[in-house]
Nanobody
């Protein structure tokens, strides 16, 4: 069973930094972990993702400001790991609930992000 538990959200002034963490377990090592966010009145949007071998992707809106990383896996097949999102130079438009996510594995193939944490609030004030 995939479990994703976020922490590290909070309130910060524009220009400040926050680091989010996600305790991830039970997901397939073949698949990616990532971060999404949802601002009030808007749809959930992709922020960043990382593969087990460290390849990363970012939304254009956060490139150069956010950095995704992961800790050392605690087992090789169904991983226990910690996912991070270092957020620097925060802007008011970064205010959202941030969700940790894992790709869903079907017949040993990775599909779309289909496992979600409960979310953590990030509020950036001017």
């Amino acid at each position: 069973q995939v479990q994703l538990v976020e922490s590290g959200g909070g309130s910060v002034q524009a220009g400040g930094s926050l680091k989010l963490s996600c305790a991830a377990s039970g997901y397939s090592s073949r698949c990616r972990l990532g971060w999404y966010r949802q601002a009030p009145g808007k749809e959930r949007e992709f922020v960043s993702s990382i593969s087990s071998d460290g390849r990363t992707t970012y939304a254009d809106s956060v490139k150069g400001r956010f950095t995704i990383s992961q800790g050392r896996p605690k087992n090789l097949l169904y991983l226990q790991n910690t996912l991070y999102l270092q957020m620097n130079s925060l802007k008011t438009e970064d205010t959202a609930v941030y969700y940790c996510a894992a790709e869903r594995e079907v017949f040993q193939l990775c599909g779309s992000f289909g496992h979600w944490g409960q979310g953590t609030q990030v509020t950036v004030s001017s």
